[in-house]
């Protein structure tokens, strides 16, 4: 039996951060706009409470940005009247992006807040009924304040005589022209190699001269026509992004990635991470992922363009350095990126026929979408492993170094697969050198995925019966961990260990899709990548990790090879 839980997962998810409170935000916003209008019950009450719950941690105008996207289906009156109790800002965008009927606006209109009703008046698309019904409610559309009452809300903080007396002098004659032209080679003199402005120098006619660089833009929205033109951005970037062209069949012939973007556009699929270069102000100028997802017109469906958004990547510094570099690495991770588009759309198309997005669908093919949409997911979380290490592999990334508890999450980890390893009387034995805790120079999660693959795949590989013994210590400024291999791993001579085979077939536990060797390779270039190393020594495999007082770069590889059994 398949049913829609996506809201219950919603609700069972913490906002650990601003960015996760967002991602919530914006997923509720999803369900319960496109709710039913006679949809009711307590897990909507519960949504519509967490929803006001998130608003509060999220600053008023990225509330707002999200109401205007125009992926983003507003058509559920609760909704719409809850938004709009919000700030001005808030409400406003809600009431001009809601799609609802304007027997709907006639319901909603008198139970909306008293300010807010003036951005329904604003609106262009309702009907004489309403616009009767307004006229009786006294709704006018909101204008600019007076100047009247403008000087009425400033806070009277100093008198004009304290201002007056606290604002030096200002030259005049000779004076004056000598500070004229001292602004205006002020704002001509560079600023860490660009202009003051960062457009254009300002003539010294008593404008205030800006003496900072240009912000540089981290993310913006946008809309393009059916040519890949866009037609609408953020306010704040329209002027240097309106009229910019995605690809051309001219351009697709620079790089590997235009060509790549070129054909997704082509043939109107989602774009995700796609990367773009974009040379002009240096406010927009640099490097952009793109993330986009095709628009069709809902009377004739045909294409109109594409609607999404471009951020800036978030790399580390040998990651930029290497981006460029015509490698095995990177030419791997290309390919890889070559195959997750088609894969994505899918899974996409799988789950709109599986969660009968576009209208009901037959049982039967819910259940093929199911499963069509779980290999895809399995092909996708096995790209993502090729992907991490081909970067391990190329140093394009830098594991944390804060810390953690390796002896815990050795602990943790025996108690999570104790599910498996229980009805089999199998598992693990941990014995710790003294009571200290065994500290690592590793980031808690990087540490918990390590150790997860290590020991799920040795758990996966052992026989009925078997316990596998698990030694950590500390020496010599380093943290050590012998595990002891199953018999069925044991018997492998040589390399045979670590080279890439995939399984006979579907195992009720499994640390990746690629077999034991691929996860065992994986998990020495993470270890190596953190300073340390994995090897086999006769039926033991020994993990080091620098621990958090030593200096990673002063121990030469053979340090720590000391058995600890």
């Given at each position: 039996?398949?049913f829609?839980?996506?809201?219950?997962?919603?609700?069972r998810?913490?906002?650990?951060?601003?960015a996760t409170a967002?991602i919530?935000?914006?997923q509720l916003l999803?369900?319960l706009?496109?709710m039913?209008?006679e949809?009711?019950g307590a897990?909507i009450?519960?949504?519509?409470d967490r929803?006001?719950?998130l608003?509060?941690?999220?600053?008023?105008?990225?509330r707002?940005?999200m109401?205007r996207?125009?992926?983003?289906r507003l058509?559920?009156?609760?909704l719409?009247?809850?938004l709009?109790?919000?700030e001005?800002?808030v409400?406003a965008?809600?009431?001009n992006h809601?799609?609802?009927?304007?027997?709907?606006?006639?319901d909603?209109?008198?139970a909306?807040?008293?300010?807010?009703?003036?951005f329904?008046?604003q609106?262009?698309?309702?009907?004489?009924r309403?616009?009767a019904?307004?006229?009786r409610?006294?709704?006018?559309?909101?204008?600019?304040?007076?100047?009247?009452e403008?000087?009425?809300v400033?806070?009277?903080?100093v008198?004009?005589?304290?201002?007056a007396?606290?604002?030096p002098?200002?030259p005049?004659?000779?004076?004056?022209i000598?500070?004229?032209?001292?602004?205006?080679?002020?704002?001509?003199?560079?600023?860490?190699?660009?202009?003051?402005?960062g457009?254009?120098?300002h003539l010294?006619?008593?404008?205030?001269?800006r003496?900072?660089?240009?912000v540089?833009i981290?993310?913006f929205?946008?809309a393009t026509?059916?040519?890949?033109?866009?037609?609408?951005?953020d306010p704040g970037m329209?002027p240097?992004?309106?009229?910019l062209?995605?690809?051309?069949?001219?351009?697709?012939?620079k790089?590997?990635?235009?060509r790549a973007?070129f054909?997704?556009?082509r043939?109107?699929?989602?774009?995700?991470?796609?990367p773009?270069e974009?040379?002009g102000a240096p406010?927009?100028?640099?490097?952009w992922l793109?993330?986009?997802?095709p628009?069709?017109?809902?009377?004739?469906?045909?294409?109109?363009g594409?609607?999404?958004?471009?951020?800036?990547p978030?790399v580390?510094?040998q990651?930029e350095?290497g981006?460029s570099?015509d490698s095995?690495?990177?030419?791997?991770?290309?390919?890889?990126?070559e195959l997750?588009t088609?894969v994505?759309?899918i899974q996409?198309?799988?789950e709109v026929?599986?969660?009968?997005?576009?209208?009901?669908?037959?049982?039967?093919?819910?259940?093929l979408?199911?499963?069509?949409?779980?290999?895809?997911?399995?092909i996708?979380?096995?790209?993502?492993?090729?992907?991490?290490?081909a970067?391990l592999?190329s140093?394009g990334?830098?594991l944390?170094t804060?810390?953690?508890?390796?002896?815990?999450?050795?602990?943790?980890t025996?108690?999570?697969?104790?599910?498996?390893?229980?009805?089999?009387?199998?598992g693990?034995?941990?014995e710790?050198?003294g009571?200290?805790?065994?500290?690592a120079a590793l980031?808690?999660?990087?540490a918990?995925?390590?150790?997860?693959?290590l020991?799920?795949?040795l758990?996966?590989?052992?026989?009925p019966g078997?316990?596998?013994?698990?030694?950590?210590?500390?020496?010599?400024?380093?943290a050590?961990?012998?595990l002891?291999l199953p018999a069925a791993?044991?018997a492998?001579?040589?390399?045979?260990?670590?080279?890439?085979?995939?399984?006979?077939g579907?195992?009720?536990l499994?640390?990746g899709?690629f077999g034991?060797?691929?996860?065992?390779?994986?998990?020495?270039?993470e270890?190596?990548?953190?300073?340390g190393?994995?090897?086999?020594?006769?039926?033991l495999?020994?993990?080091?990790?620098?621990?958090l007082?030593?200096?990673g770069?002063?121990h030469?590889e053979?340090?720590g090879?000391?058995?600890?059994?």
């Amino acid at each position: 039996m398949h049913f829609d839980d996506r809201l219950a997962t919603v609700l069972r998810s913490r906002a650990s951060g601003p960015a996760t409170a967002r991602i919530l935000f914006r997923q509720l916003l999803d369900l319960l706009g496109t709710m039913p209008v006679e949809a009711q019950g307590a897990q909507i009450d519960a949504a519509c409470d967490r929803l006001s719950e998130l608003g509060k941690a999220i600053p008023s105008a990225d509330r707002a940005t999200m109401l205007r996207d125009p992926g983003l289906r507003l058509r559920n009156p609760r909704l719409v009247a809850l938004l709009a109790e919000g700030e001005a800002g808030v409400a406003a965008a809600a009431i001009n992006h809601a799609q609802l009927s304007e027997d709907e606006w006639i319901d909603l209109a008198p139970a909306l807040p008293v300010g807010a009703r003036g951005f329904v008046r604003q609106r262009r698309d309702l009907g004489p009924r309403a616009e009767a019904l307004f006229n009786r409610l006294g709704m006018v559309a909101p204008g600019l304040p007076t100047a009247d009452e403008v000087i009425d809300v400033i806070p009277s903080v100093v008198s004009a005589q304290e201002v007056a007396a606290a604002t030096p002098a200002k030259p005049s004659g000779i004076g004056a022209i000598v500070q004229r032209i001292e602004d205006f080679r002020k704002a001509r003199a560079p600023i860490d190699g660009k202009t003051g402005s960062g457009e254009a120098p300002h003539l010294p006619f008593g404008d205030e001269i800006r003496a900072e660089s240009p912000v540089l833009i981290r993310a913006f929205d946008f809309a393009t026509d059916s040519d890949g033109c866009i037609v609408w951005s953020d306010p704040g970037m329209a002027p240097m992004a309106v009229g910019l062209r995605l690809t051309s069949r001219e351009a697709a012939g620079k790089s590997a990635a235009r060509r790549a973007l070129f054909a997704a556009l082509r043939r109107r699929q989602p774009v995700r991470a796609m990367p773009f270069e974009i040379a002009g102000a240096p406010a927009i100028a640099g490097r952009w992922l793109i993330d986009a997802a095709p628009a069709f017109d809902p009377q004739s469906g045909s294409f109109t363009g594409y609607a999404g958004r471009m951020r800036r990547p978030q790399v580390t510094e040998q990651e930029e350095a290497g981006f460029s570099a015509d490698s095995e690495a990177d030419r791997m991770r290309q390919l890889l990126h070559e195959l997750r588009t088609p894969v994505n759309a899918i899974q996409g198309f799988a789950e709109v026929i599986q969660q009968q997005v576009f209208g009901p669908a037959p049982h039967e093919y819910r259940a093929l979408a199911a499963g069509i949409a779980g290999d895809a997911a399995l092909i996708l979380a096995g790209f993502e492993e090729l992907d991490r290490l081909a970067r391990l592999d190329s140093g394009g990334i830098a594991l944390a170094t804060d810390g953690c508890d390796l002896g815990a999450i050795a602990k943790a980890t025996v108690a999570q697969l104790q599910a498996f390893t229980g009805p089999r009387s199998s598992g693990f034995a941990i014995e710790t050198e003294g009571d200290a805790t065994i500290e690592a120079a590793l980031g808690n999660a990087d540490a918990e995925r390590l150790v997860w693959r290590l020991l799920a795949t040795l758990a996966a590989s052992s026989a009925p019966g078997e316990i596998l013994a698990v030694n950590l210590a500390q020496h010599d400024g380093m943290a050590l961990m012998a595990l002891e291999l199953p018999a069925a791993l044991a018997a492998l001579e040589g390399s045979q260990l670590m080279q890439a085979t995939a399984g006979a077939g579907p195992r009720k536990l499994s640390a990746g899709m690629f077999g034991t060797g691929f996860t065992l390779r994986l998990a020495a270039a993470e270890a190596k990548a953190a300073g340390g190393n994995l090897e086999r020594r006769g039926n033991l495999l020994e993990i080091t990790l620098p621990d958090l007082t030593a200096a990673g770069a002063g121990h030469s590889e053979g340090t720590g090879k000391r058995s600890v059994t």
